[in-house]
Nanobody
Framework: QVQLVESGGGLVQAGGSLRLSCAAS????????MGWFRQAPGKARDFARD????????????NYADSMKGRFTISRDNAKNTVYLQMNSLKPEDTAVYYC??????????WGQGTQVTVSS
């Protein structure tokens, strides 16, 4: 089992920044990928649409949704078992609950409880 706890969400004005954290505990060694996803208000969860960014524990290799490139940065601290999402130049349409997830056997199997990000115009 893997436990994931997100933090760092909040209310920010458009153009502002936030850094989200995802602390992982439990059997994290096997999990090669960590990802950030988001669910906008009033929308059903859609794995492909909701993907924000991913990172590999071992080498820090990253990938991003096209709309996030240049504004969001994912990083990790292996010693702390923590993954971060730095979000800059936030827009009202970035308002969502942000989740981190841990991959196992090719699937994002473990999910955190989410952290709310609200961007005001």
């Amino acid at each position: 089992q893997v436990q994931l706890v997100e933090s760092g969400g909040g209310l920010v004005q458009a153009g502002g920044s936030l850094r989200l954290s995802c602390a992982a505990s439990g059997r994290t060694a096997r999990h090669s990928l960590m990802g950030w996803f988001r669910q906008a208000p009033g929308k059903a969860r859609d794995f492909a649409r909701d993907f924000v960014a991913g990172i590999r524990w071992s080498d820090g290799n990253t990938n991003y949704a096209d709309s996030m490139k240049g504004r969001f940065t994912i990083s990790r601290d292996n010693a702390k078992n923590t993954v971060y999402l730095q979000m800059n130049s936030l827009k009202p349409e970035d308002t969502a609950v942000y989740y981190c997830a841990a991959e196992e056997t090719g699937l994002y199997k473990y999910w955190g409880q989410g952290t709310q990000v609200t961007v005001s115009s």
